[in-house]
């Protein structure tokens, strides 16, 4: 219950205004995000990648309605992707479809991902196409595999809470695309999401272990531990090499967690999200754990 509010209210853009020019950024929404600018990003990937994990960067924003934003958020990730390679900093981009103008056109979406992608190519880099609302998820898929047909380096999220996603999944395998697993973040009907959280679960190791046998490399995106451990006994029970796939976490949560897996040896990436529309993001986080809630709010009335 308290979880369908929280992710209701993640898309309502009349408080998200308030939120946002209330000022209660920092103290409050610090724990999920590494600040407003590229520069805070990059200086949360330097310590990321000094405590031997890799990273993905996010530059905020989504759902938006006007072809211009569409093109300065391409612009800020073009940006980000030279700063990157000055910095000599280990990671690639995460892009939400909508923040590019996926619901504007699906045309446009697809050549602002075009200048990203052919960006990060000049640098053998990477770009992941995050996956959003199921309202999203055909479009994010045919935009992918129209551009998968011409680059190596974009890869998909899939989310084990839809039912689809199984046959979503082996198709993309048979294009040889890359994966990011993870459960799904939005508020989504029983007719076309597992309701349970067991069957979302069942669902991501059955998934999970379709991925792997395919031998590319591909992001398993959990802080779920013991989802992380089903998904190491089957790599070993398979002779699947630690370095032949990736753990994905989220900045500021569960870290010990991350530091663990590094120390065991495994490849862990750390999604970081910078810049300001930080709302939908992190109600979103309320929304998985609620306890995050009780602190948020303490920080709030003391702000
Ligand atoms: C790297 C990465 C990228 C992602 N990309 C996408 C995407 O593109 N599209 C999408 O729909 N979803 C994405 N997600 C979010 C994902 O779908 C889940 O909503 C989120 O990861 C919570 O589920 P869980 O697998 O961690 O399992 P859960 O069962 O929700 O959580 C397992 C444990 O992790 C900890 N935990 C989980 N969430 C939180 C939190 N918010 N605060 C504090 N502790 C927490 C708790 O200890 C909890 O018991 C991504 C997640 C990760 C890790």
């Known amino acids: 219950m308290l979880k369908s509010i929280l992710l209701y209210l993640s898309r309502q853009k009349v408080i ?18 590494s600040g407003e600018e590229l520069e805070d990003g990059l200086n949360a990937v330097k310590k990321v990648n000094s405590e031997g994990a890799i990273a993905t960067l996010d530059h905020l924003g989504e759902e938006v309605s006007e072809p211009e934003e569409a093109v300065s958020a391409t612009e800020v990730y073009v940006n980000a992707l030279d ?11 995460s892009v939400k479809p909508t923040q590019v103008g996926l619901k504007i056109d699906k045309k446009l979406c697809e050549q602002n991902f075009t200048k990203i992608i052919e960006r990060a190519k000049k640098y053998d880099n990477f770009v992941r196409m995050d996956m959003e609302g199921s309202d999203c998820t055909q479009d994010t898929l045919e935009v992918f595999k129209s551009l998968r047909q011409r ?34 973040a939005y508020k989504e009907p029983k007719e076309i999401a597992f309701p ?4 979302v679960d069942e669902n991501f190791l059955k998934l999970m272990q379709k991925m792997l046998l395919s031998g590319i490399y591909h992001g398993i995106a959990t802080h779920d531990e013991r989802l992380i451990e089903k998904t190491k006994e089957f790599a070993q029970k398979n002779n699947i090499p630690k370095d032949r796939f990736e753990f994905q976490l989220l900045y500021g949560i569960r870290r010990e967690l991350q530091h663990k897996l ?16 930080w709302y939908p993001y992190f109600m979103r986080r309320l929304a998985e754990r609620p306890a995050n809630l009780f602190f948020f709010l303490k920080n709030f009335f003391r702000a």
């Open 83 to 93: 700063e990157i390679s000055k910095n000599g900093v280990e990671t690639n981009v």
């Open 151 to 184: 680059y190596d380096n974009v890869g998909i999220v899939i989310q084990s809470y839809l039912y689809r996603s199984e046959r979503d999944v082996d198709e993309i395998l048979k294009l040889g695309g890359r994966i990011r697993l993870c459960k799904g």
């Open 262 to 277: 590094v120390k065991e040896g495994y490849n862990v990436r750390v999604y970081i999200p910078f810049g300001k529309q």
């Open 16 to 33: 998200q205004d308030i939120m946002i020019n209330f000022g209660v950024t920092r103290r409050v929404v610090d724990r999920f995000v």
């Open 196 to 199: 349970k959280k067991q069957q």
